[in-house]
């Protein structure tokens, strides 16, 4: 059995992030698991008795010297990096999220990040009742927790949101955490697991609400990449970034007065067409897909409806394909106001975090849109896919296979969608065509898929196919009528 030590030096976050691989660790070691922690942040871990703390003298940025220290220290260990800030070894960036990059550095698979659980087995049910008797006031009002001052990522409109929270929230007691003092980090759960919600900036509160099921409003920087962003846990029911403050004040409001209502959290509808054939290939790759969404939406705390419609449920077919807007009003009709509906082709596989990245784009920005990336069949991989380093072996391609946009999104610009027909070609860049005019993003390494025979390489199909020539006159009027051009995606041989 590996024999490990785990060095995680602090910041809190930094180290609340690990734990969950720790005490995995632990369960199947059966026994607590060696954590080099900073002297400055080593308090954290007294709530976790799977955790056998080994106290560093040093800074919390002196990585490489805490690693040789331990080796020094513990030469019978394996002792792994399980933290991407401060001087040390290098260390290429392998996933969306530098959170999933500590992973990785600890031997932990970034597809587990988010389902295992974060566990403080040691809390002090006296020292949480005293927090509480000592914070919240008295009366029936439901308390709103704030935590808006973070170090790393630091927020400058702390004092207008308590204010504005407490001018417009009568009906609730908006309580600041910042200048509460505890005795440990985590006895703020006792705050956390009473109150309406936790509005929280990127900071130890919002790894810390990963241990309570409170429903948990986030709001993370802007960069300078996507890589600084914590991820999208399930019960954070809404985010928001720094820089959309304060104009999305109104948006945060109904939040908070939506915290405790589930039909108001947001859904996504995936529509596909069922594809009913006898063709062993084409099933195994369909399957494969299948796979990934199903892994996708476990890991995302089920928020994905999967609209699985067959022919027999459409209205009409046409060229022996459904009609894209057939098969988006599907969705339509069974999503509330704020959810999401997506479409894909049925053999398109997801990474892992796809998720988050729907719900913070399309909130922002009404719609996405995906291209995929091409494997060879001989280069296709045995499992699902992590992290973008990954496709390396893979080829992107031209063509968009996945789309996503709230509601909302489609009842302001879908009439401008032609009637087009799914399975042919266009239907795709017209689609993508539209998000980006209306100020849409791109989702970029999400999807893949393994490359198989075409229908568009049969001799003569492209040109002489009913449902060909249909798609290409609608979105030859589609351009002259909103803009774009046949060559605004690269697609090939148009």
Not at 246 to 266: T, Y
Not at 440 to 454: D, F, L, R, T, V
């Amino acid at each position: 059995m590996r024999r490990v030590i785990y060095v995680a030096l602090g910041r809190y976050g930094d180290i609340i992030n690990i734990l969950p691989v720790v005490r995995q660790a632990s369960i199947e070691a059966g026994h607590p698991i060696k954590l080099v922690v900073s002297e400055r942040f080593a308090r954290l871990v007294d709530g976790c008795s799977y955790v056998e703390p080994l106290f560093y003298r040093g800074n919390f940025d002196e990585l490489g010297q805490a690693l040789q220290w331990a080796s020094q220290n513990h030469g019978r260990y394996e002792v792994l990096a399980a933290q991407v800030y401060g001087e040390g070894p290098h260390w290429d960036v392998r996933t969306p999220c530098f959170l999933k990059d500590a992973w990785l550095r600890a031997g932990a698979f970034s597809h587990q990040w988010g389902s295992l659980p974060l566990v403080f087995d040691r809390r002090s049910p006296e020292r949480e009742e005293a927090l509480r008797s000592a914070s919240f006031p008295a009366g029936n009002k439901p308390v709103v927790l704030t935590s808006l001052s973070g170090h790393s990522s630091p927020f400058s409109h702390r004092e207008h949101i308590v204010k504005m929270l407490r001018d417009r929230l009568s009906g609730f007691h908006v309580l600041d955490m910042t200048d509460i003092p505890v005795h440990r980090l985590y006895d703020l759960l006792g705050l956390i697991d009473h109150a309406h919600c936790l509005i929280t900036v990127d900071t130890a509160t919002m790894h810390l609400s990963n241990a309570s099921a409170t429903p948990t409003i986030a709001l993370t920087s802007s960069g300078p990449s996507r890589w600084y962003e914590s991820l999208r846990m399930p019960h954070h029911v809404a985010r928001f970034k720094y820089t959309e403050f304060p104009a999305c004040q109104d948006r945060l409001v109904q939040a908070v007065v939506d915290a405790r209502n589930p039909s108001r959290h947001p859904r996504i509808h995936h529509v596909v067409s069922k594809f009913d054939t006898q063709n062993l290939d084409t099933q195994r790759r369909n399957g494969f897909a299948r796979s990934t969404w199903n892994r996708e939406n476990s890991l995302s705390g089920g928020v994905w409806n999967l609209h699985d419609i067959s022919d027999s449920n459409l209205p009409r077919i046409e060229d022996g394909m459904p009609c894209v807007r057939d098969l988006i009003t599907k969705g339509f009709r069974a999503a509330n106001d704020d959810d999401v509906i997506a479409i894909s082709n049925s053999d398109v596989s997801f990474m892992s975090g796809i998720t988050g990245q729907i719900f913070d784009l399309t909130q922002r920005n009404g719609a996405v849109y995906a291209h995929r990336w091409d494997f060879q069949p001989e280069k296709f991989p045995a499992a699902a896919l992590n992290y973008e380093s990954q496709l390396g072996p893979a080829k992107w391609y031209p063509g968009c296979d996945f789309f996503a946009f709230r509601k909302s999104w489609w009842l302001t610009h879908g009439k401008k969608f032609p009637d087009m027909i799914l399975g042919r070609e266009f239907w795709d860049l017209i689609m993508a065509t539209l998000i980006k005019l209306t100020k849409g993003a791109e989702i970029h390494q999400a999807i893949y898929h393994e490359k198989h025979p075409s229908f568009w390489e049969r001799p003569g199909v492209r040109a002489k196919n009913p449902g060909n020539r249909c798609n290409r006159a609608l979105a030859e009027k589609f351009f002259k009528e909103h803009g774009g051009s046949w060559d605004s995606w690269k697609h090939a041989n148009l």
